[in-house]
């Protein structure tokens, strides 16, 4: 904990398991997920099973792409 990070284990919080697998998509896990419930949407006759899944995790979780960071006027 002195290094500022703590397992949630640690805490005695249950991380559910698709979110440790999220987790461990790495550095561009969100990008990763959005990319694949976009695609996922557009293959939506195939697979709609696919498109709901992906839909799900991302509302569940909030997930959103990053936008361009964006100057403030605030010095």
Sequence with gaps: MSAGRIDFGDLGVD???????????????????IHAEQVAQSASREQPQRRERYSQFVEAYALQPFGPLTATSDR
């Design 15 to 33: 991380v559910p398991e698709d979110y440790r697998l999220y987790l461990g998509l790495g550095r561009f896990r969100n990008a990763l997920l």
